[in-house]
Each structure stands twice: as C-alpha cells, then as structure tokens.
C-alpha cells in the first residue's frame, strides 16, 4: 500500500481557490478553517495538506484526472507531464506524433516561442506549487505540531523542487517565499544566479531538517541530497561556473548513507509494484484507484502503446494512445542498433515488430520503435490492466545516482575516484547484462551514452545533453533535430525555454530570454 496516497484526499475543508501564476502569485487556499481548528477536528489533517503539495507533481487536481488546480487543461498541463515533454521530446531519443499544437515545436526543438502552451503549462504549475507550499509555511510558523522541522523540510524541499525546473528550464523567473507571500506589488525578475544560490542555501538548511528516513514517497535526507547534487553538477551551465568538487561528498552521502540497492531487475524498477524497490530515493506517486491522472506515468504507458501493433493488456493497460516513439539516438546504443542480439536487456524494452528502424516521418506511428521500459503490470505478482496507471515515476534513484558519481570521477572532482566509479558503471550495466567496462573506457562520451541506456524517459537527458555541450550547435545531430530528418543545428538560446507570454503580461518586471 502506497501511504502517501491514501491520504492525498483526506476531506480538509480547503477550496484551493488558484488564480495562476500568470494572474497573482498570491494564491491562497481559501480556508474555512484555521489550521488549529483543523488540527482539534482532524489530526491528520497536516498530512493532508501536505500530501495535495506532493501531489502537485503528478496529478492536476483533487478531484480526478479531470480537474486541475490551475486554469490550464487538466490532462495536458501536469507537472510531470511537462517534465517528460520538455525534458525527453526535446531532446535525441523520445518523439511524439501528435502534432498538438506546440508540441511539435517540441519533439522538433525548433520553432519555439512565448506562446506554446507546453512552455505555458510547466511554467504555471511551478507558480502554483510555490505559492501553495509559501502559505502552508506560514501557517506552520503560527501553530504547534508533532514533528514540526521535520514537516517544514518537506514543504521547503517540495517548494525546492519546484524552483529547481524553474532555474533548469526557464533560467529566471520571481522569488517568492513566505516573506513577500501576499504582496501586492508585482515582484522583481531574479536572474539564474541569484535563483541558483537561494535554491543552494535552501537544500542546505532543509538536508538538517530532514529525516535520514521516511515514508515512501516523502522527502528525506538523501532526496534533498540528490537534488543539491544535481545542482552542483549543472552549476557551469546555471552560473557559469563548475562546482563539481562540491558535488562530489553530497552524491557520496546519498549512495554510502542513503540505505538504498540496486533492484536485481532492471524492468521491476518501471513496473506498477515498484513501490516495493529499494532504489528509487524518491518517486512521484500514481494510483490507477485513488490518484488518476493523464499526467503521471499514465501519459507515458498509455502514451507508448498503440493497438496497430501491440496487446495492450500485455503492459497492463486499457488504452493505448499511440503517441511516443524512440528513436535511434536512443535503441542505436545497444549494439549498434542490433536489438535481437544484444544481451543487455534493456535493448529488449523497445518494440520492433511492426515498426521501422528509421523514423523518416515523426507523425508516422510505425516509424520508430516504442520504449515500453514503463509498463503497468505487476513484476512480483499477477495484475489486471487499467485505464490509469498505478507505476510510480522514479525521479531519484540509485543508478543515477552511482553514474553522477561516475561523471564527477572522470571529469576530475576532488574526492571521487575513478576506480571506485568503474565499480559502480558496472554494477549498473551487469545488473542488465550488459558487459563490464575498464578504467580506460570510462569517458564523457561513454557516460553521457549510459545515462541514455539507463536513464531515457525519466525526466534528465536535455539537461545531461545540454551539460555536455551536446544540445544546441551542430556537435551532435540527432532525428528531427531543428525539423530535419536528419539533424541540423540549432541555436545557443535554445538551452532555455522561453517565457511564455502570460507571465510577461501579468508582471511588467519580468523580461523575455534571449533569442524569442
């Protein structure tokens, strides 16, 4: 039983009455109820709150796949939805055929500008969590609770989070905090440096308040760990300058303290029981019952599957919306494009039979081969398929976190060692069977090529391509890069979204990125 879940829709007499960032980034909930008063009537009601907050991440509304908290369609503007559409499709490996409007801008990396509505709707959804984890702040400072640190930690990390897609994909944006909450004045555009410190300073104040422990699917010490790491590792490309070295002791805490193991199976870790692995560190929660959603993993099993040629029941779904397609960028990896004879079994999580090796058209659904590496049966027992998917999103892990500290090693950081990063690119490959690597193979190049092997469709490669220098320019083309079957170059502005053009006009301070 997943916890967290089943308390997301406790009845807390809470109308989230949201306005949208676009509109007023004050955006209190409407209470009914003072928290003391919730608290002598519910005392769990805290829990619940908190729960909707990380819930934010995965799901669009309270109230079913259908409702949103904010005015953007609820099934096309979840947080995870946007993290898997502007982080993957824009990317080398994942397209979408679709054709909605905007998203063949993305899947395309071309043409992008303050209009889409893809850009629109991450950017909304991250001014929506913000301002709801400011109020619950708050409300905190005034009341007594059990565990009240450990509670402000998780909604300063929730809010961190949050902050962090702010500062990879849009750059800069306002700072609000539960200090300016409420303010009438439009508030001033903070630069990506000064985003980046505060979002520093903040990791490093809620990894003390944090527990080394804590339920499935809630913050604890090692989460807001991977996630500082993270922003060490991308620190060049935030502020242009590197603190890999800094990296280095926090990613080591994560793997050495952090209690987490690699799963045996490589396909359990994608599957709907994988509440039960011990490798993910933190994962966006679904439930096929209690949290439907067309934006969690739902987006992606149902999006990856298509009746032409699949059994669906085969993942355990319901539907299939023949929408995602890999490309060779990404199964071109595993021996050389070579599936059958591969033994590494992640080449095995594509789907061949009745699709072609190129993709000379992204709108044709047989051109490229689906990743069905996310399915929604059952690993450990049998599964009946649904409409909804119950496979949790694995946002941190274990294996990410083994080939951070492998990255770190080779580009030369203080305190990682390279033998020691060997070690841990080969438990990562021979846990697929795929077979061991020596010292002297152990290169950029390499890494960044199984980060795609391992880590594709989880939400990292534009910002891993981007931190090698191999998303914008002509350093390295990939299919429909810059609309072109084969790749062409694309522009240095392009290693940040625009701001879409609602947020422009409701705050005069704020600016357009160079380039749109």
């Avoid at 009455?17 to 509109?23: H, P």
């Avoid at 590792?233 to 502020?239: H, K, L, R, S, W």
């Amino acid at each position: 039983m997943k916890k967290l879940t089943a308390i997301i829709f406790l009845v807390i007499p809470l109308a989230l009455m949201v306005q949208g960032c676009t509109k007023d980034l004050d955006t209190a909930p409407q209470v009914e109820l003072t928290l003391e008063e919730l608290l002598s009537q519910d005392p769990d009601a805290v829990s619940g709150i908190l729960s909707r907050l990380y819930a934010s991440f995965a799901l669009s509304g309270p109230d079913g796949a259908g409702s949103s908290d904010i005015d953007d369609d609820a099934g096309e503007s979840p947080f995870l939805r946007g993290i898997v559409n502007l982080q993957d499709f824009t990317a080398d490996a994942m397209k979408n055929r679709w054709g909605d409007d905007g998203l063949d801008q993305l899947t395309t990396t071309s043409d992008w500008d303050e209009n889409n509505k893809f850009f629109r709707y991450l950017y909304n959804r991250i001014y929506y969590t913000i301002p709801q984890a400011n109020n619950l702040l708050l409300v905190l400072g005034a009341v007594d609770i059990e565990n009240q640190d450990q509670i402000e930690g998780e909604v300063r990390f929730i809010r961190a989070l949050a902050y962090y897609y702010l500062v990879d994909c849009f750059g800069k944006g306002v700072l609000a905090t539960e200090e300016n909450y409420g303010t009438s004045d439009p508030l001033p555009e903070v630069d990506r440096l000064e985003l980046f410190t505060y979002l520093e300073n903040e990791l490093l104040a809620v990894v003390d308040l944090l527990p080394a422990s804590n339920e499935y699917g809630r913050a604890n010490k090692s989460v807001a760990r991977m996630l500082l790491a993270k922003l060490y590792m991308n620190a060049g490309v935030y502020t242009g300058t590197t603190m890999f070295d800094e990296a280095v002791p926090v990613i080591n805490q994560v793997i050495t303290e952090g209690g987490y193991t690699l799963d045996e199976n490589f396909e359990s870790i994608f599957s709907g029981d994988n509440y039960l692995s011990n490798e993910i560190i933190f994962p966006l929660i679904a439930d096929a019952d209690i949290s439907q959603s067309y934006g969690n993993t739902t987006y992606i099993v149902n999006g990856s599957l298509g009746t032409e040629t699949m059994t669906l029941s085969d993942f355990g779904a319901e539907e299939g919306w023949s929408g995602h397609r890999a490309t060779k960028a990404w199964y071109g990896l595993f021996n050389s494009g070579d599936l059958e004879n591969s033994t590494d079994a992640r080449a095995a999580l594509f789907w061949t039979e009745g699709h072609n090796y190129e993709m000379t058209d992204y709108r044709a659904w047989t051109d490229g081969y689906p990743a069905v590496k996310f399915r929604n049966t059952f690993y450990f027992s049998d599964s009946n398929p649904t409409s909804f998917s119950s496979t949790d999103f694995p946002l941190f892990r274990l294996a990410d976190a083994y080939l951070m500290y492998a990255e770190l090693a080779v580009r030369g950081a203080s305190g990682a060692d390279m033998a020691t990063a060997v070690s841990y690119v080969n438990a990562v490959r021979n846990r697929s069977n795929a077979s061991s690597i020596s010292q002297s193979s152990l290169n950029l190049d390499f890494i960044l090529d199984e980060r795609a092997r391992e880590l594709n469709l989880e939400g990292h490669r534009r910002s891993d391509l981007i931190r090698f220098g191999r998303f914008t320019g002509n350093s390295y083309l990939w299919p429909w890069k810059g609309n072109t079957l084969n790749g062409t170059s694309i522009p240095e502005t392009y290693k940040l979204f625009p701001i879409p053009l609602t947020a422009l006009e409701a705050n005069e301070n704020l600016t357009q990125n160079p380039g749109f």
